[in-house]
């Protein structure tokens, strides 16, 4: 959809992106002379997705039996999620979007820094202390299980989203949520500020109340028969943002060893964990994850880029001498998950060897 590729976040905003391969080929017909297309401009998907119709024009003969194929596979996948529910957690955060202001012109307009670069230079030129004024321009739910959530429940997927959403009461950012999504709060979210570039954003995160969530606080405020109630039939249990919750190893380990110890009542059950950013955790955690996850016989782990994350912190060598032969990627495999792919979710298939 214009050109935003496969994988581009549901939130994304209106942005200049990079092209890929086959869409700069055929553009290149358009432009009299010949030239390297590399970026552009497109409407984001959280545009697209806050208009009440969108309409699909495709041109062209060519075009039919791609869109025919993409409508089909967009009910089938539609068909199999309705009926089901799924279970995700166990991060929450309250997302709070700013422009770094520059200057301001005479008549009051804010000026704001573009990009990244500019920005980074202007403080190392200023040394020392400076004082600097945002504009928010957003603010709305956010975190890994939250927008995985709300991506499911938008697709007719009953949610269960266990989080910290706010303790006792939901915080007012979850309130626009699909009505398909149920809350399940164990503690009060973290905070993001995003300052936002051109170029990509900045963020800085307080933890609020999942830096003291643990596995017996989630027991206490939801319920270990509610949790193993809900997982008996559950379609798809999330585990969301690993590297993001101090407590993410007992919760984890938890739902394992506590909730998900017997076999869906009914039909197959999918596992998903996102590690999300695992630069910033210790080589002997990340072993400890993986094995934790590699302890099961079949699972679904997302995301790829979590997978380099591992690898670079492990070490190319260490990382796929022990893990990479029991990995191999998914595309054109298995059909059954591309519901998930389709939601945004890149995953990977673990299976033991």
């Given amino acids: 959809m214009g050109l935003n590729e496969p994988g581009s976040a549901f939130d994304s905003p209106c942005r200049v992106v990079r092209i890929a391969e086959t869409t700069a080929k055929i553009g290149r017909k358009y432009f009299v002379s010949e030239r390297a297309l590399e970026r552009g401009v497109t409407i984001g998907l959280a545009r697209l997705r806050a208009a009440r119709h969108v309409v699909f024009i495709a041109s062209g003969p060519t075009k039919v039996d791609s869109l025919a194929k993409a409508v089909e596979e967009a009910y089938e996948s539609r068909s199999r999620l309705i009926g089901s529910h799924a279970i995700v957690g166990f991060d929450g955060f309250v997302d709070v979007l700013a422009r770094v202001v520059k200057s301001r012109e005479v008549d009051g307009r804010e000026l704001f820094y573009e990009s990244t670069r500019e920005f980074g230079e202007a403080l190392a030129a200023a040394g020392g202390s400076r004082s600097l004024e945002l504009v928010r321009t957003a603010f ?64 800085f995160a307080e933890m609020g109340g999942l830096h003291r969530a643990t596995w017996e606080i989630v027991k206490e405020r939801v319920g270990l028969d509610t949790l193993c109630s809900i997982a008996s039939n559950a379609a798809l249990v999330g585990f969301c943002n690993w590297s993001g919750i101090d407590a993410s190893d007992g919760i ?57 994350s591992c690898r670079r912190s492990l070490g190319p060598k260490g990382f796929w001498k022990s893990y990479g032969p029991s990995m191999r990627p998914i595309s054109g495999v298995a059909s059954r998950i591309r519901a998930g792919r389709m939601l945004g979710v890149r995953a990977i298939e673990i299976e033991c060897m």
């Fill in 252 to 308: 984890w380990r938890g739902m394992l060893s506590e909730v998900l110890v017997a076999p869906p009542a009914q039909g197959r059950r999918f596992l998903l964990f996102d590690l999300a950013d695992c630069s910033k955790r210790s080589t002997e955690s990340i072993r400890a994850v993986t094995s934790l996850i590699m302890d099961r016989r079949r699972w679904l782990c997302r995301p790829s880029s979590s997978i380099r």
């Fill in 140 to 203: 709305k739910a956010g975190g890994n299980m939250p927008i995985f959530a709300s991506s499911l429940g938008s697709s007719g997927l009953h949610v269960f989203c266990v989080g910290a959403l706010g303790y006792p009461l939901r915080h007012p950012a979850f309130d626009d949520w699909p009505i398909s999504c149920e809350p399940l709060c164990f503690a009060d979210p973290g905070q993001t500020t995003a300052l936002e570039f051109s170029d990509g954003k900045i963020m």
